[in-house]
């Protein structure tokens, strides 16, 4: 149940979802989906979103609850 916390990472940092659809290149409806669960979101967007909010991509999955990197 990753879609959550991408909502709220975009959210805490004040962007909107065209704000991040843009920075992975993809059209916001996607991006929505995305936020949703509608759609599966691309381990390479994962890896994108992970490294823009400085975070992992466990924290990004819901494996952990540390925000942070170790």
């Given at each position: 149940?990753?879609?959550?916390r991408?909502?709220?990472?975009?959210?805490?940092?004040?962007?909107?979802?065209?704000?991040?659809?843009a920075?992975?290149?993809?059209?916001?409806?996607?991006?929505s989906?995305?936020?949703?669960g509608?759609?599966?979101?691309?381990?390479?967007?994962l890896?994108q979103l992970?490294e823009y909010?400085?975070?992992s991509?466990d924290?990004?999955?819901?494996?952990?609850?540390?925000?942070?990197?170790?």
């Open positions: 149940m990753y879609f959550p991408l909502r709220d990472l975009r959210e805490d940092a004040d962007k909107t979802q065209k704000e991040i659809a920075i992975l290149g993809i059209d916001q409806r996607v991006y989906n995305y936020e949703t509608k759609r599966e979101i691309p381990v390479r967007h890896i992970a909010y400085h975070t991509t924290y990004l999955l819901g494996r952990t609850s540390r925000p942070t990197k170790e």
